[in-house]
């Protein structure tokens, strides 16, 4: 068995959508490291522009931007990708969004926003890029789709995140309905919940890291390396018999916390 060959990614071709920034930035310089041709794609060009500048550093690494908030939003990314590569081997649908309210003034805009960028966006997206994911399988290696929930799609946080609670729990469930379909094509589909880690939409672990924490079963918040690591399993050889699942990257706060919970 060799162990190295498991995690390694030399070869493959990865699309880390909200891949600029956060989680999606996390998971981008982790695939570059392992050795896979990624692109980087997220709605702000300069981000993405910057990002891949960065990471290129490591490897190969490609800014793509576009936002996915919309089918016609998925429909270009795919063309522009397959204007580039005949295949794809690893798609990370990581781009989302947040919207807190009082459930009293809770805005339609704060659902609709939501809703279409963390749960209708993967799936059009997946949808748009089945050829070439299935292309990607056709080499003899499973071709991934990675899922990015949150740990809040699992239990509660104590904000009144409507939309988002919504959208990360039917985005775990979506996972199970299309790993169920695409496993026929040899496209093993998954998912990652996050807990706490620094990033522009969760400020709190980013301004107030040791606070949050004190109230995680580890005593810290995610490092990098935590949600490199996962996705890079998924993604390998090593996750090839994995489908359907989603692992909660958190420090223990959905499974293993006793009393109150940790927001996220």
Known sequence: MDVKALFSLEGRVALVTGGSRGIGRMIAEGYVKSGAKVYVSSRKADACDETAAALSAFGTCIS????????????????????LEPKLDILVNNAGAAWAAPFEEFPESGWDKVMDLNLKSPFFLTKALHGALKAGAAYGRHAKVINI??????????????????????????????????????????????????????????????????????RRIGAPEDMASAAIYLASRAGDYVVGETIAVDGGVAFASIGEANPS
């Open 64 to 83: 793509l931007p576009q936002d996915v908030s919309t089918v016609e939003g998925c429909d270009a990314l795919a063309a522009k990708f397959a204007a």
């Open 149 to 218: 929930a949150s740990i809040d799609g699992i239990r509660l946080n104590p904000w009144e995140t409507y939309s988002y609670h919504a959208s990360k729990s039917g985005l775990i469930y979506l996972t199970r309905r299309i790993a169920a379909r695409l496993v026929q094509d040899g496209i093993l589909v998954n998912a990652i919940a996050p807990g706490a880690f620094a990033s522009e939409m969760n400020r709190t672990a980013r301004d107030h890291g040791e606070a949050v924490a004190k109230r995680i079963p580890t």
